[in-house]
């Protein structure tokens, strides 16, 4: 084997022709992450650790489409592809292109900054590449069925025998075992299982309108970014390797954490909450000026109400009897949320949301896309960045989710890898393959930049 | 799995001085401590955290030791009350920092500097010290003094306008969610802060976590959507009630069930509700026949009448066998008697002495190590629990520590 096999990627300085060019100061630069993920909590994880230096490879096969991590279809129709503009499944200028697959809106959202390599893992050649890139990586991190990675021979048993070192973060919806181990979701459907929508969704209408948004993945991404960190303390501490598991539905379930309790302690089941608070009022969104803008308010203390009637040049409101202290507030909550909703109805939510600032009253706008994208504060916080994709053009991407004073100016380095577009590099200079070895698994099909025909 | 407390644990030679209140800062805290660091919450004398004083409430009664938010928030911490107010107070909070590894706060911006608390301040103390900052829009930018609780951060955050239906108001998600999620956030500055300290020989490091910048960033894939919008144009609106062919939230004789349809999972669908025959139709044999949005109703009236036939659980166990993306909507009493959750034993059982043992949300994520579980989490601190034992280690004698208390410092 040419590549080096000590186990440990050691926080060297990073491999010299890394295409994504990480600074050698960054705190994770040197370490090495097979990445096999999917969709978004996975991706999100390994996200972290790419945007801190981390080499980060995600491995995908020419032969296997994942669906929705890189688009719904590889080969979506131009109607479809108009159509799919929700929950950032749209592709610059609503357009297929040549090779759709390298214009999905979330997939080129989460991937900077990481390496693409394509293997077809259903062979002998591919798992020998497998057991190469395990020899020399410091983490690996997936998030599917935990069956389907068994069936590929990507095992703790198997992996650690190769690479003693290894911190391995696997993070299936339900976990590793139990009856739900063979069960397929989606954050979404998880969320559901866990109460989430039942909670949440309106209190006036059926169920059948729950929204379906998904923040679980987000949860379980930092999650297991965090694992990873914790599995290389354990490392250093004890000459170990780890095995961590951090199922999506175990991270997402104590973001609930207060109604388990209610639970817990007084039986209590809450349903079909909506925007109402558990006891305060006001507190909900009220329609303002525009098409679909909407702001936010709430009040946690007397003052604070005092200060809304004020400003609504309703000063009588803070003695009127329905509305004079918060439990009152909350049995009327019908009544006052009408007489705020009144007096935004013809303002900006932008305007409201200064004036109310001003006086100290607790609210929000409903912030969209182009609001964010515009916003003042993020700009001067410099929450985005220009980033080029070169099947994909040039747009903001935020940077990072926290920032370090040690580290300014983390963030995209390098556009999300397009599938395979970093075969040659991850073969050659990371798995120590030489011209000819390579050229031979260009010739048995792992080599590519095109998803295969027989795929739709 | 055997449980022994004292195996190694990756966080349990780390000491993190807990100056965070209310539920984002809390929440981050208590992932450290599960990782075994030594979590020393630091609270207001007589009354605490704020949520101490916040419901759900132990049989309904408040009381600093029977809030349920506190509790879930605050295992596998050390409770020490001290003044902040009073120099004494932050001479205090010093000599701690001396000792520890990570301070997490979560005032508001500029208060910490105010009360010579500052990340300089405590350097010069610590070089090696990561601080982490919990906000609500960061440490600095226009809305730095912005006032909000998590329904003006989510909507603010961006999420809300895509949750919900097209036709009503936006939702905002259940409880806080929008915080805790930046507490997670903070969890991981603070161990990327402590990586650079012990595995590259940084100097300390110091962190600023925004609920805002972490919500805009990634609840409900929002980088996704910010990209979306670039690319195409398109606002994120709430959907309708099915967003494609298929999918939504369906009836069932016992309550709903969430299911996700569209031109890839139609077949599995139809198969699932044994009418195999459409397959053979244009319309549904094909990708772009499955992908029309004016047949959304045309499905509904195949699948509605064979959910309605079928409780949510057999609906599940029907997606599962048919690779169906689906699931019930749930109660929580539900989740807690869930199979799954059953039988990983993911809800830990805390005794206390107001409740006794009650079920907690369990860990988030566990190691493998043989023969070795996580430990069992020390259940949440009365408050001031621990003022003595914590001011004794940093050399305190009793009187001294009686003395701090008749002058109201602890």
Known sequence: ?456 | MTLEPTSIMPLDDVRVIDLTHRTAGPFGTRILGDYGADVIKIERPETGDPTRSMPPFYKDEPGLERSGLFMFLNTNKRSMTLDLKSERGREIVKELVKGAQIVVESFSPGTMDAIGLGYEDLKKINPKLVMTSVSNYGQDGPYRDYIGIELNLYAMGGSMTSSGDVDNEPLKTAGRMVSYHAGYAAALASALGLFQVEFRDADGDYMDVSIFETAMHSIDMRLGRLMGYQYTGHIGTRPGRAVAVGGGVHPCSDGFFLMTGGPRFIPNIIRMIGMEELLEQPEWGTAEGRANPDRIDEFLAHIIPWTLERTKEEVRAACEEFAVLGGPLNTIEDLVNNPQFVARNYFQEIDHPTTGPIKYPGYHNRMHREGVDFPKRRRPPLLGEHTDEVLSEIGLSADAIAALRKDGVV
């Open chain 1, 1 to 456: 084997m040419a590549a080096d096999n000590s186990g440990v990627n050691s926080l060297g300085s990073p491999n010299p022709g890394n295409p994504t060019q990480p600074d050698p100061s960054l705190p994770l630069a040197g370490l090495r992450i097979i990445d096999f993920t999917v969709v978004f909590a996975g991706p999100y994880g390994t996200m972290q650790l790419a945007d801190w230096g981390a080499e980060v490879i995600r491995v995908e096969s020419t032969t296997h489409f994942a669906s929705t991590t890189r688009g719904m279809l590889a080969r979506p129709a131009l109607a479809t592809v108009q159509a799919q503009t929700g929950m950032g499944m749209g592709m610059p200028d609503s357009e297929p292109g040549e090779r759709p697959w390298n214009r999905s809106a979330v997939f080129n959202a989460h991937g900077r900054n990481k390496l693409g390599m394509t293997v077809n893992l259903r062979t002998e050649e591919g798992q020998e590449a497998l057991e190469r890139l395990v020899a020399v990586s410091d983490g690996l991190v997936e998030n599917n069925l935990p069956q389907s990675m068994e069936r590929q021979g990507i095992t703790w048993e198997r992996l650690s025998k190769i690479n003693p070192k290894l911190i391995m973060i696997r993070m299936p919806a339900f976990g590793l075992d139990g009856p739900y181990k063979g069960y397929r979701t989606w954050g979404n459907h998880m969320e559901a299982i866990s109460g989430h929508p039942l909670i949440r969704t309106y209190s006036d209408l059926s169920p059948e309108y729950a929204p379906a948004g998904v923040p679980s993945d987000a949860a379980s991404g930092i999650g297991s970014a965090l694992a990873f960190l914790m599995g290389k303390r354990y490392l250093k501490r004890t000459g170990k390797g780890l095995l961590i598991e951090a199922p999506t539905a175990e991270n997402f379930v104590p973001l609930l954490g207060e109604f388990i309790m209610d639970y817990s302690m007084n039986g209590r089941v809450w349903t079909q909450m909506g925007n109402n608070h558990f006891y305060l009022a006001p507190h909900n969104v009220y329609r303002t000026q525009g098409e679909d803008q909407w702001v936010t308010i709430a009040c946690w203390n007397e003052e604070q109400w005092q200060a809304l009637c004020e400003r609504m040049r309703r000063p009588e409101l803070a003695d009127d009897p329905r509305f004079c202290d918060n439990e009152s507030r909350f049995k009327n909550k019908a009544e006052l949320d009408a007489i705020i909703g009144e007096w935004v109805a013809d303002k900006h939510a932008s305007w409201v949301l200064d004036q109310l600032q001003i006086v100290g009253v607790p609210s929000g706008a409903v912030i969209n896309e182009r609001d964010a994208i515009e916003d003042r504060h993020l700009e001067h916080r410099g929450f985005f960045k220009r980033m080029t994709h070169p099947e994909a053009g040039t747009h903001k991407t935020p940077m990072t989710p926290f920032k370090s004073m040690n580290n300014p100016g983390v963030g995209p380095r390098r556009h999300s890898p397009r599938l395979g577009e970093d075969n040659e590099y991850v073969y050659k200079q990371v798995l120590g393959y030489s011209d000819e070895e390579y050229a031979e698994f260009d010739k048995k099909g792992h080599i590519g930049m095109d998803f295969d025909p027989s795929i739709p």
